[in-house]
């Protein structure tokens, strides 16, 4: 059963940084495609950034274009989550999922770490 681990989370001020770390263990990590998510308080959870399935390509969520750069390390089964220019509104849990197939749905998921971004 394939775990995946979040770290990285924390308080920055609006305009600093942060990078979420996730590692995937108990199975194959070239076998998955990644993500993350993020809930806001009260909110729904939604779309962060993505591989496709070949993982050779990425995706964005609209509010985090040009800000947020997802990048892998595979040989430490390893996925990140570069966060430039953070504003307030990216105060959330942020979650790692994989999917293991090109199906467009995650199975597996962290437990999620805090992101708090003051003003």
């Known amino acids: 059963q394939v775990q995946l681990v979040e770290s990285g989370g924390g308080l920055v001020q609006a305009g600093g940084s942060l990078r979420l770390s996730c590692v995937a263990s108990?199975?194959?990590?070239?076998?998955?495609?990644m993500a993350w998510f993020r809930q806001a308080p009260g909110k729904e959870r939604t779309f962060v950034a993505s591989f496709n399935w070949s993982g050779d390509g990425t995706r964005y969520g609209d509010s985090v274009k040009g800000r947020f750069t997802i990048s892998k390390d595979n040989a430490k089964n390893s996925v990140f989550l570069q966060m430039n220019s953070l504003k307030p509104e990216d105060t959330a849990v942020y979650y790692c999922?994989?999917?293991?197939?090109?199906?467009?749905?995650?199975?597996?998921w962290g437990q999620g770490t805090q992101v708090t971004v003051s003003s």
């Open positions: 108990g199975g194959t990590f070239s076998s998955l495609a």
């Open positions: 999922a994989a999917r293991t197939s090109s199906r467009l749905i995650y199975e597996l």
